[in-house]
């Protein structure tokens, strides 16, 4: 078949000339023209037709190979030795699969041994390790891009037949156009999308498919499609490639939400509620030093004692201190342990809060480790002031969390930030207090969930989203609208704590100013993705002298039967920490 094949190419660039193109004048690469082209399965075509067109055009692509049921057909399929002329052309080799397995109907250790199948095969004929994937059958499943990502991989591409947004669409999910079938215009119209910072990604799959001829593409159509991108002015790259045209916002973007789940039933909303309450308020337990403020409490079991972050305002900016209990009531404050001046993006706001905390209701609320170390999160910045924007997220990491002493930050921080690319209009303007959590059943596909609120720019409106994580280093956002909002312009949910009780996750959080005052609540959720608000009495609000005028920021957890709800007050004696518990408690 290659000489009729090599013929038909010699004859259909002559006919370009001809073809009533759309109007596109040739001029030097624009960034603003931007298409990926990707080839699937392995065709022969490939070899013999394609990639001869690419060079004498100097465009890049990427060829995603797998061994096919009937790879063993040369007249239909190329050898090794072709692919790897492919990879010493300068062209990138993609993984596709071994067998062409769709990735919805695999486990991860079914789905990573057909990954390195083809690696292996790629390392010895000399090509090195791919790090783009294309999903057969554009067949994807949540957990794919986490599993991808432990495997080294950077992109993989679905179809969804639209543009490439950088920074929105996720790196794991980049969409494109497939080229299969004769409708010329349908193509032309999609390469035209290629604009105003949109990249159109093709899917060619044989140019011409005689394995699989329902996806072919005629060969005069490709070469029309070439020259129309030659024309045109367009710079035509491998996946591999596109951090060289879009930055940083090549490696970043939203993970698509869950499109499925349930609410949770009234009647488990009021028996979470009942189980949570807490109307006995005890009183104040910790003070700020020499009138500085006091803030977010953060709860936790270690070395069989009681230890709580919090964190401390002077005037400048915040920084974290550590105080300890024996009985949950009686609280000393023993130190610091992150603190501002660090000539860095975090020198004036350091607020940490803890993370991996046993989320289990009935559990001992001790700290899970990670690769040995225990971890908090951070609300951090650069100016001074009272939660002077723009702040971000970063991580930070102890021996030894009932130590008073400086924790470690991650040289990769902030990790998430209000400028990123793939930063959400609810959280543009600042990021606030977050809570990071591990879900033994990567619910989501991913180990580790973050939740946090964050401000939109404009309208000072505060909102509670989530990234999520499979080593606590990269985070990805995790759907394009918020989890939790409530209210007008002014209003506030904030500063989340995530537990389970059941099978039911519950997220502590306070509001503001959407009704008077503030105040704390809670949400309900079966798979941390949708969440159902409580609407009936608050578990905590304005009462006493010492808290009169706020009442928010809970910690909540239980021990001995007893539920201890700790929360930032605001009155009498200035901004503190308080306690209200399920049963009156002496003093």
Partial sequence: MKRPILRLFRFALPLLAACSLPTAAAERPNADRLVVLTFDDACLSHATNVA????????????????????????????????????????EVGNHTLTHAHADRLSRERFEAELEAIER??????????????????????????????????????????????????????????????????????????????????????????????????????????????????TVIALRDLPRHVGDAAHRGIL???????????????????????????????????????????????????WMTYIAFDGSGYETRLAESADLLAWKPAGKILQRGSQRWDQEQVAGFIALQNPRWEGDWTLEAHEGKYWLSYLGGRLKGYETPPLSVGLAWTANPAAAAEWTRLPENPV???????????????????????DPESSLGWPYVMFYNARQQGPGIERIGMAVSRDLVRWHRYGQAPIIENGAPGGIS???????????WVMFYFGAFWRPGAFDTFACSYDLARWTKWTGPDLIAPSEPWDRQYAHKPWVVRHEGVVYHYYCAVGDQGRVIALATSRPLAE
Wanted: hydrophobic share 35%.
């Fill in 52 to 91: 001869p067109l690419l060079k004498r055009y100097g465009f890049g692509a990427t060829f995603f190979v797998g061994e096919y049921p009937g790879f063993e057909d040369k007249t239909k399929y190329m050898s090794w030795e072709q692919i790897r002329a492919l990879h010493e052309q300068g062209f």
């Fill in 121 to 234: 095969r790629c390392l010895s004929n000399g090509i090195p390790k791919p790090v783009s994937f294309a999903y057969p059958a554009y067949a994807t499943t949540p957990a794919a891009p986490a599993w991808l990502e432990g495997k080294g991989y950077q992109f993989a591409r679905v179809g969804g037949s639209r543009p490439y947004r950088p920074g929105v669409d996720h790196p794991m999910f980049i969409p494109s156009f497939s080229t299969s079938g004769t409708n010329r215009a349908r193509v032309l119209a999609a390469l035209e999308q290629a604009r105003k910072g949109q990249v159109v990604v093709l899917t060619v799959h044989g140019v011409p498919d005689l394995a699989h001829p329902h996806v072919d593409t005629p060969a005069v159509l490709f070469a029309e499609y070439m020259e129309f991108l030659r024309a045109g002015g367009y």
């Fill in 256 to 306: 698509p939400a869950k499109t499925t789940g349930k609410s949770v039933e009234p009647a488990v909303m009021q028996r979470v509620y009942e189980t949570v309450k807490t109307p006995h308020k005890f009183g104040v337990v910790i003070r700020g030093e020499e009138g500085r403020y006091v803030d977010c409490p953060a709860v936790f079991r270690h070395s069989d004692k009681w």
């Fill in 416 to 438: 998430l930030t209000p400028a990123q690319p793939d930063a959400r209009s609810f959280e543009k303007d600042t990021l606030f207090k977050s809570h990071a959590l591990r």
């Fill in 494 to 504: 904030g500063d989340p704590q995530v537990v389970r009780i059941g099978d039911v």
